[in-house]
């Protein structure tokens, strides 16, 4: 079983950064592409990020490009989510997951193809 924690989250003004992590725990998935998604109070959880396995592929939603960047640290199991130049539009609770394909070698951004998720973490913009 895999068991993914996310850290970092918190409250910021627009305009800053923050930096989310997610590590997992139990079997090693360093050869699964990992992903984060966020979900807004009244919306569904939608896609933000995504990487495969050995850092070569990456995918990013459009509100966040260019803002946003997914890397990850596999000996460490840990994946991150740089995210700058923070927007009202960005607050939700930021969610991790792992992809249910092994060794994916491009990005899916479908919610149904990652089977491990977090408990997600919190992120909330201030004017």
């Known amino acids: 079983q895999v068991q993914l924690v996310e850290s970092g989250g918190g409250l910021v003004q627009a305009g800053d950064s923050l930096r989310l992590s997610c590590a997992a725990y139990?079997?090693?998935?360093?050869?699964?592409?990992r992903a984060w998604f966020r979900q807004a109070p009244g919306k569904e959880r939608e896609f933000v990020a995504a990487?495969?396995?050995?850092?070569?592929?990456?995918r990013y939603a459009d509100s966040v490009q260019g803002r946003f960047t997914i890397s990850r640290d596999n000996a460490k199991n840990t994946v991150y989510l740089q995210m700058n130049s923070l927007k009202r539009d960005d607050p939700a609770v930021y969610y991790c997951?792992?992809?249910?394909?092994?060794?994916?070698?491009?990005?899916?951004?479908?919610?149904?193809?990652?089977?491990?998720w977090g408990q997600g973490t919190q992120v909330t913009v201030s004017s």
């Open positions: 997951a792992a992809d249910r394909a092994y060794s994916r070698l491009v990005v899916t951004t479908t919610l149904e193809d990652y089977a491990f």
């Open positions: 139990g079997r090693s998935i360093s050869m699964d592409a």
């Open positions: 990487i495969n396995w050995s850092g070569s592929n990456t």
